[in-house]
Structures are given as C-alpha cells and as structure tokens.
C-alpha cells in the first residue's frame, strides 16, 4: 500500500483526469420501496450495466436514503474523478457532476451526512475534500483552513454535526493525527494527540457510537491489535439550578361581619 501510493503521488505530478458528464441540476432522490416489497430474501439481481460508471477499485461509495453515489478511484489507467448515482428502484445510474469536482484520487474516505456526501483525502496524500449535494448535482470545497495533513488509507465517521478524520499513510510516515469538520461552520479542528492516543497506523477502521469514535487494528509496518477510544461530544449544556418554591405567606384572618 505505501509503495503503490508513492508510485501515485509521482504519477499525479505528470497526469492528470478531467472526463465532463451530464448534469440534472433539478434532480430529486425519490424514496427506495420496502424491501419486502422489492426482493426475495437471500437471493442476488444483477445491477444494471446501461450507464454504468468506468470500472474502478479503492473508490467510496455511500447510501444516501435512496440512492447509492460511488465516486473516485483508481481505474484502468489512472485514478479518477468521476463517480454516479445508482438507484435501486429503478435499476439506473446517472452521472455525478464533473464540474468544480474534487481532484481525481483513490483510497480517499466519503461520508453522508443527510444532506451531502464529503469526500476527503487519498490520492497523492491530498488534504482536499468537497461536499457533494445529489440534489443539485454541485460540488462545493471543504475549508483549507487548519486542515489536517495530507493523507490516504484513514477513516472518517459522521458524528451527526462533524466528520472525523483520522491516521492513514502520510507523504513520510503512518500518523496518529486527525481533524473535526464542522460542516455547517466549514471549519477544522484538530484531534488531540494526547491523552492515550492511538499509535500511528494505516488501514484501520472507526465507528462512532453515538458519543464516541472507536478505532481498532491497521497496520504499521506490521499488524496492529490495538484501539482507542475518541470523544468526541458537542460542549454540554450544564442543567439549569433548581429553584426553590416560594414558602406560602401567612394571611390574616378577616374579621367576621357584622
């Protein structure tokens, strides 16, 4: 993997993929039918090969509700930068946009984050990333601002506000090193590299559990057997003082009337 990455990265510096696709801007994922409705359990239905995407290994794909988007990898010839938009209920592919795309690149990582798909990383180390609207077929970059090092074979999880990214193969070394998008801010923030942090590695995996991102196993140089557990937990609100109830005030008694 380190050697076939450096191979990439001088590649990279000589060529170069730029392949234009059709757009539908006006584009609405329709919602998927029930399984039960659409299939028989434990059985296989060939996917539809009438605009399929170029053949490809080490690209990304997610599940957006309705439609499966795959994008990026390396191809026959070269990595690239072209992915599509397969539904399953109908059985058909339609090309994801071309422009304002992401450079070409391979063992990057991709999340969706209910709205959008971002693609971050891989390649010839890139510390680039874009966020992909289906929708509207756009593309719009990621924050250069305090971005984590430049990286491929890492992993990122969707915490529900932020993508974690973390370790991977660097341009010199495995790293232990990672960075928090914040998507609705399109800010970085940096991990921490204290406190227990996992050692530096490379084709690991993460989930995240809801509060916390656990990472596990990889390899440096040779295989790991060891993990880390990352909080990752907005800033909580700390619950209100309770009040104490105001203590009944005497009233006078009224005089009886006459």
Do not use: K
Not at 192 to 219: F, Q, Y
Not at 230 to 256: G, K, M, N, W
Request: aromatic content about 8%; hydrophobic content about 30%; some cysteine.
């Amino acid at each position: 993997m380190r050697t076939f990455l450096l191979a990439i990265a001088f590649a990279s510096a000589i060529a170069s993929v730029c392949v234009t696709q059709p757009e539908n801007a006006n584009h609405t994922p329709p919602a998927i039918s029930s399984p039960s409705a659409g299939c028989i359990n434990d059985t296989w239905t060939s996917t539809s090969v009438t605009n399929v995407p170029e053949a490809r290994g080490e690209h990304t794909a997610v599940w957006t509700g309705s439609e499966m988007i795959v994008w990026g990898g390396a191809g026959s010839n070269f990595q690239v930068n072209t992915g599509a938009r397969y539904n399953p209920t109908t059985d058909s592919w339609t090309a994801t946009s071309t422009t304002n795309a992401p450079d070409a690149r391979y063992s990057h990582t991709a999340v969706w984050t209910g709205s959008e798909m971002i693609v971050w990383g891989g390649g010839a180390f890139l510390n680039t990333g874009s966020r992909y609207n289906p929708i509207m077929n756009t593309w719009t970059a990621t924050s250069s601002t305090n971005v984590p090092e430049g990286r491929g074979a890492h992993t990122t999880v969707w915490t529900g506000s932020e993508m974690i990214v973390w370790g991977g193969v660097g341009s010199s070394t495995d790293l232990n090193t990672g960075g928090r998008y914040n998507a609705s801010m399109d800010s970085w923030t940096a991990t921490s590299t204290t406190n227990n942090v996992p050692s530096a590695r490379a084709s690991h995996t993460t989930i995240w559990t809801g509060s916390e991102m656990i990472v596990w196993g990889g390899s440096y140089f040779t295989p790991l057997d060891t993990g880390g557990r990352y909080c990752a937990q907005s800033s909580v609100t700390p619950p209100p003082t309770p009040r104490l109830a105001p203590s009944p005030r005497p009233r006078p008694t009224p005089a009886p009337r006459a």
